[in-house]
């Protein structure tokens, strides 16, 4: 792999990611549920380090290095395994993350229930359309090797 390829997808998934959050934080002005998921993977991360929360900071970094890593494994293995525009393989992806996110990390890791009934009746919704936003950007500007 090339350095330019690396960074092209690594510059995709940052960017994918950022969107991905901000619509999640801005969610409650359209009648969605608001998530923090940069507070909620900084208290899983390194909630027991710290004597209170843990600095946002630190969520966020996690966050974007994950959609990062996610991106990564979208450019090298899943991507160029799918048919269609760029986008559709995007968009499946960014289904892929959304059916693990609500069917094994929210309720064993993050104690949110099955497709985050504990946080709120509405929040499958949001990370749907999140995850939908991260894939959609994530195929539009990611090379696939």
């Given at each position: 792999?090339?350095?330019n390829?690396?960074?092209?997808v690594?510059?995709a998934?940052f960017?994918?990611?950022?969107?991905?959050?901000v619509?999640?934080l801005t969610?409650?002005?359209?009648?969605?549920?608001k998530l923090?998921l940069?507070k909620?993977?900084?208290?899983l991360?390194?909630?027991d380090?710290?004597?209170?929360?843990?600095?946002y900071?630190?969520?966020l970094?996690?966050?974007?290095?994950?959609?990062?890593?996610?991106?990564l494994?979208?450019?090298?293995?899943i991507?160029?395994?799918m048919?269609g525009?760029?986008?559709?393989?995007?968009?499946?992806?960014g289904?892929l993350?959304?059916?693990?996110a609500?069917?094994?990390h929210v309720?064993?890791f993050m104690?949110?229930?099955l497709?985050?009934h504990?946080v709120n009746?509405?929040?499958?919704?949001?990370?749907?359309?999140?995850?939908?936003?991260?894939?959609v950007?994530?195929?539009?500007?990611?090379?696939?090797?």
């Amino acid at each position: 792999m090339e350095l330019n390829f690396l960074l092209a997808v690594a510059t995709a998934g940052f960017l994918a990611t950022y969107f991905h959050l901000v619509f999640a934080l801005t969610a409650g002005r359209v009648g969605l549920a608001k998530l923090d998921l940069a507070k909620g993977t900084g208290k899983l991360l390194f909630g027991d380090s710290y004597d209170g929360d843990p600095p946002y900071v630190l969520g966020l970094a996690a966050v974007q290095l994950n959609g990062i890593i996610f991106g990564l494994v979208y450019a090298t293995v899943i991507g160029p395994m799918m048919s269609g525009p760029h986008v559709l393989r995007g968009l499946a992806f960014g289904g892929l993350l959304y059916l693990y996110a609500q069917c094994i990390h929210v309720p064993i890791f993050m104690k949110g229930g099955l497709f985050s009934h504990k946080v709120n009746s509405r929040a499958w919704l949001t990370a749907a359309i999140a995850h939908a936003i991260y894939g959609v950007i994530l195929g539009w500007l990611s090379p696939l090797l």
